[in-house]
């Protein structure tokens, strides 16, 4: 299954976010300047963003513009995103996105100028995708096509979520060792509750996370097994919970899906269940 996911950042309009019609947002946190001295700024409307998406219950990622030339500074950027995430519910992974800049002239900018090895590169990804996970979120590199395949060893990175810009009708591209979670395929759509153009994403794994509420009491189980004796605990009704979309399994007549509580997976009935 495929989700619709958007992405936004201070530079799209305006957003009616109780009237859009997508699966998940991804929010810019922020970015690292790309003159030399890569001072490090929030976006504008992260925050208001990210107050909304947490108010309709709407999944939500987030993403850093990096510029980061050394290991140092990439770990200075997941800290930065950290602190600015902290305060609000996060579903989707925080991604390090690492690109070049271009303007009218080629490219440019502190990242470009550096001309750094794939090696390195990659070792500078991989330490803010570490940071991210220590600090008990999931993390992703984002990144264009070639990019992906002429500035990072894919390889290296599967232990994280992949994400790829490629504006092209032909699908996913191929990367050598990579396997992409999701793509990026058009950054100029039309989307219902937004003003102007936006990214537009496909999700391919099944990692949103909602929010439910129980409609009766409700036993949950380590399997989706309506005839287990010792079933691992009840849930009151109008308990809200964690509901991993996609993860629906027919089972003793019923559809069952996967809850999270305390960081430990279980399965209930979903008919139990009520979108909040």
């Known amino acids: 299954m495929a989700y619709k ?84 519910r996060v579903d989707l992974p925080v991604y390090f996105n690492v690109e070049y800049v271009k303007n009218s002239k080629g490219f440019t900018g502190r990242l470009y100028n550096k001309q750094i090895s794939k090696e390195k590169q990659t070792r500078i990804a991989k330490a803010f995708c570490d940071t991210i996970l220590i600090n008990g979120y999931e993390a992703g590199v984002f990144s264009n096509y070639d990019f992906f395949k002429n500035k990072l060893i ?24 990579a396997d992409f979670d999701m793509w990026q395929y058009t950054d100029d759509a039309e989307i219902k509750g937004v003003t102007g153009m936006v990214a537009v994403d496909c999700l391919y794994k099944d990692f949103i996370w909602c929010q439910y509420a129980t409609t009766a009491d409700l036993n949950y ?15 009151a009704e109008g308990t809200v919970v ?29 008919q139990h269940l009520r979108r909040v």
């Open 221 to 235: 189980r380590s399997s989706a097994n309506l005839h287990l004796k010792d079933y691992s605990g009840t849930l």
């Open 154 to 177: 894919a390889e290296q990175l599967n232990n994280y979520s992949l994400w790829i810009s490629y504006y092209s009708a032909k699908g996913v591209p191929v990367v050598a060792g």
């Open 5 to 88: 996911v958007i992405d936004l950042n201070e530079h799209i309009g305006s957003v009616n976010f109780k009237a859009l019609d997508i699966d998940a947002i991804i929010l810019r946190v922020g970015y690292r300047g790309y003159a030399p001295e890569g001072k490090l700024k929030i976006d504008n409307k992260f925050k208001s963003y990210i107050k909304s998406c947490n108010k309709y219950h709407i999944p939500v990622g987030v993403y850093f513009f990096s510029q980061a030339t050394t290991v140092a500074e990439a770990k200075a950027e997941a800290k930065f995103v950290l602190r600015n995430i902290s305060d609000y």
């Open 242 to 270: 964690d509901v991993l979309t996609g993860s629906e399994v027919i089972s003793d007549g019923y559809e069952w899906v996967k809850i999270r509580l305390d960081d430990k997976m279980y399965y209930v009935v979903k």
